[in-house]
């Protein structure tokens, strides 16, 4: 079981290197054939819709004679052959009726072969039309040139080739070598020449073509293509977010979290178990209940002294100040009276405070004297430092809630990067463990001071956590956002090579044909990458199987690129 799962893993490498092999015998084979018999060069037509690659081959067609054409139909969606239904092929003159041919199956998967053969010279648009493949598709090759019988013979002798004519959105480049053993299989049929009209192609999309090999250096072939895990995709123009990146920390909210503290000494009551660490309190539910010693001076005597007292504090403050601000209204007391007043009745407020929620809670009890202690958030039990039946003194802590409904990311902004700050607009990111990237909903406060000890400043985004996954104490890898590249010419992350410190694409330039080409990058976003330099729109680019193409490269140097291969 052990063998046929390495066999298994390693069967791409196996396939491509037989494919490899495959193609360079068909090379040897080829240029034998040609030393020994004469074969006319041929024309290479590439051609893209949303759903197909037409990659064809065919001598330049002559009017009266058999011309053999070899389809090679790609599906997009996962790079692999058509290996079912037939192709329709529709030859649409300038002037005159349109010829229509079907090849009714493929000769092999994804291999279309036929020998057509068109009455009249001049310009033709071709209409490829796949039927019964599981996809509907319409591939539009708007030029094809059939020369006069004699022309292409003529030309032959002068050493020239007939130019194929442009199309004014493609990617134009001149004939490559390129040449096929004999094929018998002729396999289509021809239907109605006088009767279709070219409304029967109205609304096409007009495909990408791109003639000859595109200047192409690396031979891959597409019998090594449809064995491997490999896409190409064109670069596009999009707008991207533009991020710098940074180390962060997942903190509770300021107001979400509080530490659950004793109001007075006593035994933590034994009638009621305190909460286990992350079960869920609402804000005012009972956690614990505190039974105070029998001394007076330490148990409900003291309490309730202590809060006889702190109100009449706040009786005599409030007196205090309403007489200092009448004098002061009478000019009689300066300000600085008031605003003393002011202080000691904030003071009094604030010691009465606890000693009254401490009786308050005595009092709702039943009054059986024991203090029950509440929760002054909702949230989750995180830390306990109790236990039943343990003595506590005033003050001390219990337990501590938060709620991690709702986090702060708090990212630390090196000081060679604080002047970004205040360009932030919003951030993503990602937790080491988790999967996914994760998205603030807001901005909460960018920092005015640096840390004097980590040299860093401080950035807080509000995070929602409904499922909490997120945990506080979590440390994160931060995209701060600072702007958007407008229209930026783009590939997907995946089609990027790096070598020592450079980056690369294999731009496909036909077919069978690519190109290593360096490129300078910009901002990434989204899975996407912002291309400064090195590639042009429209341009395809590999985004699986950049390996394999670079092996192909390896393999062929020394080859001839514009060498044919058999099918």
């Known amino acids: 079981m052990k063998t046929w799962r390495i066999i298994y893993k390693y069967l791409p490498m196996l396939l491509l290197s037989a494919a490899l092999f495959a193609g360079c015998t068909s ?56 290996n079912q239904g037939s192709l329709k092929l529709v ?67 002068k ?39 070219e409304e029967a192609h109205h609304g096409e999309e007009v495909a990408t073509v791109i003639t000859g090999t595109g200047g192409g250096t ?3 072939l597409k019998e090594q293509q449809w064995v491997t895990e490999f896409m190409t995709q064109p670069a596009v123009r999009k707008d991207l977010a533009t991020y710098f990146s940074t180390m962060g920390e997942l903190l509770p909210v300021s107001n979400a979290e509080a530490i659950v503290s004793a109001p007075l000494a006593g035994i933590i009551s034994g009638s009621k178990s305190l909460p286990f660490i992350g079960k869920k309190v609402t804000k005012g539910e009972i956690v614990a209940y505190i039974e105070p010693p029998v001394r007076q001076e330490g148990g409900m005597g003291q309490l309730t002294a202590g809060y006889a007292e702190a109100r009449n504090r706040v009786a005599l403050a409030q007196k205090e100040y309403d007489r200092a601000k009448r004098l ?6 300066p300000l600085k009276r008031v605003e003393e007043a ?20 005595i009092r709702g009890d ?28 005033a003050g001390q802590p219990i337990l501590r809630v938060v709620n991690t409904g709702t986090l702060w990311l708090k990212a630390n902004l090196p000081a060679a990067d604080a002047g970004k700050a205040a360009l932030a607009s919003g951030a993503t990111f990602t937790i080491t463990g988790l999967d996914g990237e994760f998205r603030p909903s807001r901005l909460v406060t960018v920092g005015d001071m ?16 409904p499922g909490a996954r997120l945990k506080v104490g979590m440390f994160a890898n931060v995209a701060i956002r600072t702007g958007e590249a407008r229209n930026a010419l783009t590939v997907p992350k995946e089609a990027l090579v790096e070598d020592e410190s450079r980056w690369f694409v294999f731009v496909q330039t036909s077919g069978e044909a690519f190109e290593r080409r360096e490129v300078k990058i910009g901002a990434q976003d989204k899975g996407h990458v912002q291309v400064v330099e090195g590639l042009q729109p429209h341009e395809r680019v590999v985004t699986k199987g950049a390996y394999y193409v670079k092996l192909a490269a390896t393999a062929g140097k020394g080859a001839d690129p514009h060498a044919g291969h058999a099918h």
Request: proline residues 7%; glycine residues 8%; negative net charge.
């Open 159 to 197: 050493g020239k080739h007939p130019e194929t004519p442009k199309k004014e959105e493609a990617h134009q480049k001149e004939h490559a070598e390129s040449e096929h053993d004999d094929h018998d299989h002729e396999g289509a049929t021809e239907e109605a020449h006088h009767g279709e009209t």
């Open 328 to 333: 002061y209204e009478a000019k009689i007391a």
């Open 218 to 220: 690396i031979p891959f």
């Open 27 to 82: 090379r040897e084979h080829g240029d034998t054939h040609s030393a020994n018999e004469h074969e006319e060069e041929k024309v290479q037509i590439t051609a893209y819709s949303d759903k197909s690659e037409v990659f064809m081959e065919f001598a330049e067609p002559v009017a009266g004679e058999k011309t053999d054409f070899l389809i090679h139909l790609t599906r997009l969606a996962d790079w692999k052959p058509v």
């Open 91 to 157: 030859f649409t003159p300038a002037a005159g009726a349109p010829a229509s041919f079907t090849i009714p199956a493929p000769a092999r998967p994804g291999i279309y072969q036929a020998g057509l053969t068109l009455a009249k010279e001049g310009e033709y648009s071709l209409a490829i039309i796949p039927e019964g493949t599981g996809f509907a598709d319409t591939i539009t090759i708007p030029h094809v040139h059939v020369v006069r019988k004699g022309e292409a013979h003529a030309a032959h002798e």
């Open 450 to 465: 640096l840390d004097p000890q980590t040299r860093t400043l401080p950035v807080i985004f509000e995070v929602p956590n």
């Open 366 to 393: 039943a009054g059986n004297g024991r203090i029950a202690v509440r929760a002054p958030v909702g949230g989750t039990v995180v830390e306990i430092n109790a236990a039943n039946g343990k003595g506590v003194e």
């Open 342 to 361: 002011e202080l000691t009745l904030s003071s009094a407020k604030a010691a009465l405070e606890p000693l009254e929620r401490a009786v308050n809670s």
